[in-house]
T-cell receptor, first 114, second 116 residues
Framework: AQSVTQLDSQVPVFEEAPVELRCNYS??????LFWYVQYPNQGLQLLLK??????LVKGINGFEAEFNKSQTSFHLRKPSVHISDTAEYFC????????????FGTGTQLKVEL | DAGITQSPRHKVTETGTPVTLRCHQT?????MYWYRQDPGHGLRLIHY???????DKGEVSDGYSVSRSKTEDFLLTLESATSSQTSVYFC???????????????FGPGTRLTVL
C-alpha cells in the first residue's frame, strides 16, 4: 500500500520569498504523484503531476516539483510567493489498484505574509 | 470546473438521523468518488463508482453507503449519522474512461456536514 507524508503542517513565509513544501511517499511499485491546492472554502484543484520522464515538473501559478526516486520525495517549490498563494497544499499518490484511487497526505497550510 | 455540483453545501443534523449528499456531474464521466476531509487526516476515500450501479469501498467506508442509478448522480448516504461523521465531504470525477493512474481527478466545491 502507498502512503504520503507531509511533515510540515504549516509553513509561514514572507511575500516574494521562496518556499518549499515537502512530500515523501512510500510505494513498492511505480508511482504517479500529484500536488493539489485548496483555497479557502473551495474544492481542490490540480497544481501539477508527475507521471514519468523528466523529474522536474512545472505546474500552474509558477509552482514546480522535483521527483526524487532515491529519496522517495516530491517536494513542491516556488521561487517567489505571492499573498494569493495562501492556501492548503496536498500531495497525493495514485494507487496501484484499479479505479485511480488517490491517497493524500495530511496537507500543508502555506501562509504568505507581507 | 468539470461541471461538478454538490448539494447541499451546508447541513446541520442530529445524531441518529439519515443524511444523503448528492454529487451531480454534467459530462457523463464514468468514475466518481466521495472523500471526506478532516484536520490532520487530509482527504480519505469513502467510496467510488465506476459506472451505473457499480461501486466499491474506499479506505473509510464504515457507516456510509452509496448509490448510482444514473451516470450523472452519485449519492452518499449516512444511514444513522454520528458526531464522528462531522466533516467536509468532497465529490470528485476522473476524466479518463478507464480511470488510469495518470488521470487527473476534479473536485466539487464540497459539503460541510455537522452532526450534533
Amino acid at each position: 500500500a502507498q502512503s504520503v507524508t507531509q511533515l510540515d503542517s504549516q509553513v509561514p513565509v514572507f511575500e516574494e520569498a521562496p518556499v518549499e513544501l515537502r512530500c515523501n511517499y512510500s510505494s513498492s511499485v511505480s508511482v504517479y504523484l500529484f500536488w493539489y491546492v485548496q483555497y479557502p472554502n473551495q474544492g481542490l484543484q490540480l497544481l501539477l503531476k508527475y507521471l514519468s520522464g523528466s523529474t522536474l515538473v512545472k505546474g500552474i501559478n509558477g509552482f514546480e516539483a522535483e521527483f526524487n526516486k532515491s529519496q522517495t520525495s516530491f517536494h513542491l517549490r516556488k521561487p517567489s510567493v505571492h499573498i494569493s498563494d495562501t492556501a492548503e497544499y496536498f500531495c497525493a499518490v495514485s494507487s496501484t489498484g484499479g479505479g485511480n484511487k488517490l491517497t493524500f497526505g495530511t496537507g500543508t497550510q502555506l501562509k504568505v505574509e507581507l | 470546473d468539470a461541471g461538478i455540483t454538490q448539494s447541499p453545501r451546508h447541513k446541520v443534523t442530529e445524531t441518529g438521523t439519515p443524511v444523503t449528499l448528492r454529487c451531480h456531474q454534467t459530462e457523463n464521466h464514468r468514475y466518481m468518488y466521495w472523500y471526506r476531509q478532516d484536520p490532520g487526516h487530509g482527504l480519505r476515500l469513502i467510496h467510488y463508482s465506476y459506472g451505473v450501479k457499480d461501486t466499491d469501498k474506499g479506505e473509510v467506508s464504515d457507516g456510509y453507503s452509496v448509490s448510482r442509478s444514473k451516470t450523472e448522480d452519485f449519492l452518499l448516504t449516512l444511514e444513522s449519522a454520528t458526531s464522528s461523521q462531522t466533516s467536509v465531504y468532497f465529490c470528485a470525477i476522473s476524466l479518463g474512461l478507464a480511470a488510469s493512474h495518470t488521470d487527473t481527478q476534479y473536485f466539487g466545491p464540497g459539503t460541510r456536514l455537522t452532526v450534533l
